[in-house]
């Protein structure tokens, strides 16, 4: 695959036309050689820099499993430390987390911004954090299990049954 037209087919552009039939990329990222690897991380890295608010880019990068995407992620945390960004700083911190579980300070990282999120950012949110296989996390997921708020209960149930536990 050309690298010109690589990163159109992983990354369509942050558009409704250009994402609203988009099925996904990681057929694309499991069959790329090394040098289209390396490629991809570079232009995702730069893609990450321009816009951080991006998720099929985090996604991506994290689907990567790269010590190079790992370490963006960080300094963009520590760069939004002071600034209003909880679920960006939750969901980077989650993928960290899941590229090193035994990175305490991410999961108590994670669990702090998770009680500050805003309501509507939890619904996505728990799908994040239900594909963390830590008991501490989970637990959080679960206390939203018996919410009044009927849509709280649902997506908290849902995203720990599509993750299993």
Do not use: W
Request: aromatic share 10%; proline share 1%; net charge neutral.
């Amino acid at each position: 695959m050309k690298n010109r037209n690589l990163m159109s087919k992983i990354i369509p552009p942050a558009t409704r036309d250009g994402r609203e039939n988009f099925d996904g990329n990681q057929h694309i990222i499991k069959r790329l050689n090394n040098e289209e690897k390396k490629f991809v991380e570079k232009e995702l890295i730069k893609l990450f820099q321009n816009n951080y608010r991006d998720l099929l880019v985090i996604e991506t990068m994290a689907s990567l499993n790269s010590l190079e995407c790992i370490v963006e992620f960080k300094h963009k945390i520590e760069e939004l430390n002071n600034e209003d960004n909880n679920f960006i700083k939750m969901i980077l911190a989650s993928y960290i987390y899941m590229y090193d579980n035994t990175n305490e300070k991410m999961k108590t990282l994670i669990i702090n911004l998770f009680k500050e999120i805003e309501k509507h950012d939890l619904y996505t949110g728990f799908y994040y954090l239900a594909k963390i296989e830590d008991k501490d996390i989970r637990a959080k997921i679960k206390e939203f299990y018996d919410d009044s708020e009927f849509l709280l209960s649902y997506h908290s149930k849902n995203a720990i049954k599509i993750n299993g536990n």
